[in-house]
């Protein structure tokens, strides 16, 4: 298996445009989970899906942020407009929720390091 | 609220050393907690889970230990190498849902 796929690894935009990161979650996961990680922060859960539905979008920072899951192989974390305050490596993760939550564990991709000037 | 609080912030040790990483949570009601690596420029990959019923797991030259009344764990690196280098976040799950809260992670440094 090819693990969790991002794209892009990097990018760079101005302030005001709009930032579109992709993922593909392992094959047969259930549930996806977009993170975010600066060096102030750490890491900061933004969203997760389960079944495509999302189940809780609560650190989700601002309306500039969507996130989408339209089918179990594909997920976007939109930002309209960005901020130079959005810098920071965006991560996402998949896992096989199975209820009980005592061996989910939750696989990473390699993240997307954004950059907005 | 839900923390978890995690020392030292940065350590660095010499090659074959033991080294002890220390992780303090508030969340309740708990369900279980994990150890992340994160080499640098990666995404964390996960080391250890332990239940509230679990007191240590070891994985390899990594032991966890897990002290629920105390709300305290901690992470045991065995003769430590070059390849231990990197951030190990504690992550706490509070029963009932998925949300996991992070520490900031101690960043870990092995020298020659």
């Known amino acids: 298996d090819a693990g969790v796929i991002q794209s892009p690894r990097h990018e760079v935009t101005e302030m005001g445009q709009e930032v579109t990161l992709r993922c593909k979650p392992i094959?047969?996961?259930?549930?996806l989970f977009w993170y975010r990680q600066t060096m102030m922060r750490g890491l900061e859960l933004l969203i997760y899906?389960?079944?495509?539905?999302?189940?809780?979008d609560s650190g989700m920072p601002e309306d500039r942020f969507s996130a989408k899951m339209p089918n179990a192989s594909f997920s976007t974390l939109k930002i309209q407009p960005s901020e130079p305050r959005d810098s920071a490596v965006y991560f996402c993760?998949?896992?096989?929720?199975?209820?009980?939550?005592?061996?989910?564990?939750?696989?990473f991709g390699p993240g997307t390091r954004l950059t907005v000037l | 609220k839900n923390q978890v609080e995690q020392s030292p912030q940065s350590l660095i040790i010499l090659e074959g050393k033991n080294c002890t990483l220390q992780?303090?949570?508030?969340?309740?009601?708990?369900?279980?907690l994990r150890w992340y690596k994160q080499d640098t420029g990666r995404g964390p990959v996960s080391l250890t889970i332990?239940?509230?019923?679990?007191n240590t797991k070891s994985n390899g030259r990594y032991t966890a230990t897990l002290d629920a009344d105390t709300k305290q764990s901690s992470l045991h690196i065995t003769a430590s190498q070059l390849s231990d280098s990197a951030s190990y976040i504690c992550?706490?799950?509070?029963?009932?849902?998925?949300?996991?809260?992070f520490g900031t992670g101690t960043r870990l440094t092995i020298i020659p």
């Open positions: 332990m239940t509230f019923s679990e």
């Open positions: 992780c303090n949570y508030t969340v309740s009601p708990f369900s279980n």
């Open positions: 993760a998949s896992s096989f929720l199975t209820g009980t939550s005592t061996t989910d564990t939750q696989y």
């Open positions: 992550v706490v799950s509070a029963r009932g849902n998925e949300k996991l809260t």
């Open positions: 899906f389960n079944n495509n539905v999302p189940i809780d």
């Open positions: 094959s047969g996961h259930n549930s």
